[in-house]
T-cell receptor, first 115, second 116 residues
């Protein structure tokens, strides 16, 4: 399978615990994005990487959130001291920047439930 | 900042019929792209169709076509000959052009159900 892969698919955690999600983009893609999707809403941009550099972070990304993309390959999104409001689907997308033909490919997402 | 509005939370259509999903957007940009994404239940989001704002011709992909009204900032999706596999959430999305970010701004989505 050469698509975007996310792990785990589902995560249930207790409030206050730390969680980490992983995203493996399509191998030749240099851009990687994280989005958050809550019930009844469309995905909202969190952050993106160009290779290993994190170039933009949304105001939605509080200090409890951190994302990395070591060596410009896979990425991790960590949430510290989880809160119930963090419950959402976390989507990863990757793209190969080709000007006007840039297209984002999405993974299946990680559904986080904080209890 | 850009906003994308989808005013139809849910829609249904009979198999083989045609349905149109609405989307409006607000932006001060002149260079941008618009997309429709499909998110089937428990599956990843996939691109259905894209439209470059500088193109007057409406995009078409097989049974999917758009009606792009730039002055009205409207971008509707028409699905012809609806199939059961078209059942999904459909998201309209905006991307600013000419920059280096390429992030997407999504609407809230429309849940389309195709009935047999």
């Amino acid at each position: 399978d050469t698509g975007v892969s996310q792990d785990p698919r589902h995560k249930i955690t207790k409030r206050g615990q730390n969680v980490t999600f992983r995203c493996d983009p399509i191998s030749e893609h240099n851009r990687l994005y994280w989005y958050r999707q809550t019930l009844g809403q469309g995905p909202e941009f969190l952050t993106y990487f160009q290779n290993e550099a994190q170039l933009e972070k949304s105001r939605l990304l509080s200090d409890r959130f951190s994302a990395e993309r070591p060596k410009g390959s896979f990425s991790t999104l960590e949430i510290q001291r989880t809160e119930q409001g963090d419950s959402a689907m976390y989507l990863c997308a990757s793209s190969l920047v080709q000007g006007a033909r840039t297209e984002a490919f999405f993974g299946q997402g990680t559904r986080l439930t904080v209890v | 900042a850009q906003t994308v509005t989808q005013s139809q939370p849910e829609m249904s259509v009979q198999e083989a019929e045609t349905v149109t999903l609405s989307c409006t957007y607000d932006t001060s940009e002149s260079n941008y792209y618009l997309f429709w994404y499909k998110q089937p239940p428990s599956r990843q989001m996939i691109l259905v169709i894209r439209q470059e704002a500088y193109k007057q011709q409406n995009a078409t992909e097989n049974r999917f076509s758009v009606n792009f009204q730039k002055a009205a900032k409207s971008f509707s999706l028409k699905i012809s000959d609806s199939q059961l596999g078209d059942t999904a959430m459909y998201f309209c999305a905006f991307m600013r052009g000419g920059g280096s970010n390429y992030k997407l701004t999504f609407g809230k989505g429309t849940l389309l159900t195709v009935n047999p």
